[in-house]
């Protein structure tokens, strides 16, 4: 069993940044490919940012040129530094990881606010 510990979520004004962490812990094997989707009040649930087995990265447009997601493989952990923050990036963002199942942290909200 894989566990995910989501921190980093809160507050901020339109322009700011956060940082948002994700550390895995269990029965880890392998390298995992992990990453961020997030889920906004009746909108569907989109891919945020990815990070591959190999280090490759993918990130949804709307958030391209923002948002940098970086591994931590000594401690089994992935950031999200998330820059120019804007209003419609408010959501509840849900990691993940994915062994021989998916694996979902418990989710943080991000609120872009004035």
């Known amino acids: 069993q894989v566990q995910l510990m989501e921190s980093g979520g809160g507050w901020v004004q339109p322009g700011g940044s956060l940082r948002l962490s994700c550390a895995a812990s269990g029965a880890i094997w392998k390298i995992m490919p992990m990453g961020w989707y997030r889920q906004a009040p009746g909108q569907p649930r989109e891919l945020v940012a990815g990070?591959?087995?190999?280090?490759?990265?993918n990130y949804a447009d709307s958030v391209k040129g923002r948002f940098t997601i970086t591994r931590e493989n000594v401690e089994n952990t992935v950031y999200l530094q998330m820059n120019f923050l804007k209003p419609e990036d408010t959501a509840v963002y849900y990691c993940?990881?994915?062994?021989?199942?998916?694996?979902w942290g418990q989710g943080t909200q991000v609120t872009v606010s004035s």
């Open positions: 990070i591959g087995s190999d280090d490759n990265t």
């Open positions: 993940y990881a994915r062994l021989e199942n998916w694996y």
